[in-house]
């Protein structure tokens, strides 16, 4: 499929000649002009599935001079470039040269080399594969698949070189669909888990506070122990958006600090659909860090310096493929977030056995020593255009009780302990602000360990 361009059309208008033949060959050609213009309007836009991604407007030399600048420090030279079949140029970049290291705190940051302490599995769980509900799920992993085909950028049988990481290149038009140049790659400042307020102090249900939009259907710990990672796996969908500013995710969130302040940490990985950032409406692999409650510090993927990515095989903010289908095969993602014990860093491992890379622990204040909470769940933007709710989806667009096969789960929810060693989730509340729109159930077994499914259609009967 191609890329979405931008199109500009302007004012035709024929010459006020008196020669009727010159007049019928103008309004000839601009017949065709315009009978060409729909077709490429409708080919540039069949990848958008109708959402105007981008909005068709003049841009000044300046602004564009700016943003120009921007790319420049986040696209770096390329030792290899691979073009993916949905449009994405991936980048192959020299490990030392990634933009991690812009970071003013990472300026003599060495890229650490020796493997993290990986954590101690304390009860064997099963992540591969699921056998005892009526169908089976298929979990992406780099040592099972090869390294292959879970990726829309594999397909072409193309890989990055060894020493480099793979980079999707960021283009004018992802940073024109963003609000501003300073809002590109960033959530909004009241955006994630910095709506519950007061949760770290009570063991009840975190009190909800509805800001821009933001709802979500989550699970998260109520035990006061130190918290070192999360794991989960997650099953991979694909929702529909309604407007491009809205999204719809779900993911880890491992946090720190103070919720009702502004020195709230968040390390966060998952799927996300969002048009805005991406153009499209394909769910993809994403990370994301916060050290100040989203007000000034970090971004999603690779968008700004921080994240140090080390595998050169799992390209951060690339499509996901296949996806789950209602009724039929089911697709899913496990992710790790711990600390190392030796070295303090934070790591993310995708699968099993794939280590993606890692959040420096000079970037944090509170996480710089340990986490107090983890959460794990869905989350949309309901923008509320014409006081409708949203009818963008959450999870698979099904409810929770709707169960295997057709409603989004995560299962074998798991903590890191002091120790290093992974341990069931045992305390865990759900949380759903609507859940005529969206909710959640949990439950657990001797498979799925504890786990949930969540979820929901937004506007519906019950959700106005």
């Excluded at 591969?128 to 509900?133: A, I, L, R, V």
């Excluded at 709802?215 to 794991?231: C, K, L, M, N």
Aim: aromatic share 10%; net charge neutral.
């Amino acid at each position: 499929m191609g890329r979405v361009s931008v199109v500009r059309q302007g004012r035709f208008s024929c010459p006020s000649y008196s020669g009727n033949s010159i007049l019928q060959s103008c309004s000839l050609f601009l017949v065709f002009l315009s009978f060409f213009l729909v077709l490429f309007s409708k080919k540039t836009m069949a990848v958008s599935t109708s959402l105007n991604y981008t909005k068709y407007k003049q841009v000044s030399s300046l602004r564009l001079a700016r943003i120009q600048r921007r790319l420049d420090k986040i696209n770096k030279p390329p030792v290899f470039t691979i073009q993916s079949p949905d449009g994405d140029i991936i980048d192959c970049i020299h490990k030392r040269k990634q933009p991690a290291l812009d970071h003013p705190l990472l300026q003599k940051h060495k890229i650490q080399r020796v493997a993290p302490e990986m954590p101690k599995v304390m009860k064997t769980v099963k992540t591969d594969g699921f056998s005892g509900e009526t169908n089976s799920s298929n979990s992406f992993d780099e040592r099972l698949m090869g390294g292959a085909g879970w990726q829309m950028w594999h397909q072409n049988g193309l890989r990055c070189p060894k020493g480099t990481i793979p980079v999707r290149r960021s283009t004018s038009h992802d940073v024109l669909r963003a609000k501003s140049l300073y809002d590109f790659g960033k959530k909004q400042k009241t955006a994630g888990m910095a709506q519950f307020a007061s949760r770290l102090s009570s063991v009840d249900a975190p009190d909800v506070v509805n800001g821009n939009g933001h709802e979500h259907a989550i699970a998260y710990t109520t035990a006061s122990d130190e918290v070192y990672g999360a794991r989960a796996t997650i099953n991979v969908w694909g929702p529909s958006i309604e407007t491009v500013n809205e999204f719809s995710l779900s993911q880890i969130w491992v946090l720190s600090g103070s919720f009702d302040g502004s020195d709230l940490n968040s390390i966060e990985a998952g799927w996300q659909v969002s048009p805005e950032l991406y153009g499209d409406n394909r769910p993809r692999l994403f990370t994301y860090w916060t050290s100040d409650a989203y007000q000034a510090t970090g971004c999603y993927n690779l968008l700004c310096s921080g994240f140090v990515q080390t595998n050169s095989r799992i390209a951060i903010g690339a499509a996901i493929s296949p996806v789950s289908s209602m009724g039929g095969n089911q697709y899913d993602i496990t992710i790790l977030i711990w600390k190392d014990p030796k070295l303090g860093n934070w790591w993310m491992r995708f699968g099993d056995n794939t280590l993606v890379g890692y959040w420096p622990n000079e970037l944090f204040t509170h996480l710089a020593d340990r986490a107090t909470m983890v959460e794990w769940g869905g989350e949309i933007v309901n923008s509320g255009t014409n006081d409708e709710h949203t009818t963008t989806q959450m999870g698979s667009g099904q409810f929770a009780q709707d169960g295997f096969g057709k409603a989004s789960y995560f299962r074998n929810l798991e903590i890191v302990d002091s120790d290093n060693s992974l341990t069931t989730a045992q305390d865990i509340s759900v949380l759903a602000e609507n859940s005529n729109c969206y909710n959640i159930l949990s439950s657990r077994n001797s498979e799925w360990g504890t786990h949930f499914y969540y979820g929901g259609p937004g506007r519906n009967p019950s959700c106005q």
